[in-house]
């Protein structure tokens, strides 16, 4: 079973990209947003996710756990194949498909090519629970000041922490990510980009 693979970046399509590992080079699918982060002739690791069918073996590559995770997320859902959750990922970040499932926004979905409405609200439909799930009985990071300052912060932290559980993390990665974060300043969507930039920070 593959985790990642790491080597020379040979070539690159949309959608695709080709990884040199010791001689044998891997096509790897993949979205736009890991595509605009490579370069041909430089070093990269793809976190790999493995699509077998009878016909065939395929393999998704991304630059980030998270937007693995959120791949593997997504092809969870009734009616999500690979080549749907990749074209989700080329049209939001993974931080915005969790914000979209979280906030009900079928039309940040519906943006990505090959995705009707009813698949979008599948999607939130599934991954919601899901997420809540995951989150259930999960305290609380403990914000001080931004936590306390009414329903607002408290729904707003409620719902990053799960975005971020959504993407793999756990409560104590959550807890660090947020403090220091002034919630009730924020956007979820910055909200949960500043928390991913704080994880990234740390790793």
Do not use: W
Not at 22 to 39: D, E, P
Not at 90 to 106: F, L, Q, R
Not at 161 to 185: F, H, I, N, P, Q
């Amino acid at each position: 079973m593959f985790y990642h693979l790491s080597g020379t970046v040979t070539d690159l399509e949309p959608g695709l990209a080709v990884i040199d590992c010791g001689g044998v080079g891997f096509a790897v699918n993949t979205s736009a947003y890991t595509v605009g982060q490579l370069r041909r002739g430089e070093r990269a690791k793809l976190y790999i996710s493995e699509q077998v069918r009878e016909d065939a073996f395929d393999l998704y590559g991304f630059a980030t756990q998270g937007e693995k995770r959120c791949f593997d997320m997504l092809i969870s859902v009734s009616g999500v194949g690979p080549k749907a959750a990749v074209s989700i990922l080329s049209a939001g970040s993974p931080e915005k498909v969790c914000m979209a499932v979280m906030s009900d926004d079928e039309h940040a979905l519906t943006a990505a090519q090959g995705v009707g409405k009813r698949l979008a609200q599948r999607i939130i439909l599934e991954l919601k629970d899901k997420i809540q799930k995951q989150t259930e009985g999960m305290a609380l990071p403990e914000m001080g000041a931004a936590a306390a300052r009414g329903p607002e912060g408290t729904g707003k932290l409620a719902d990053v922490v799960s975005a971020l559980t959504a993407l793999g993390y756990t409560r104590a990665e959550c807890t660090a990510a947020l403090k220091g974060l002034e919630l009730e300043d924020l956007s979820l969507e910055d909200a949960i980009r500043a928390a991913l930039r704080n994880i990234s920070s740390r790793a």
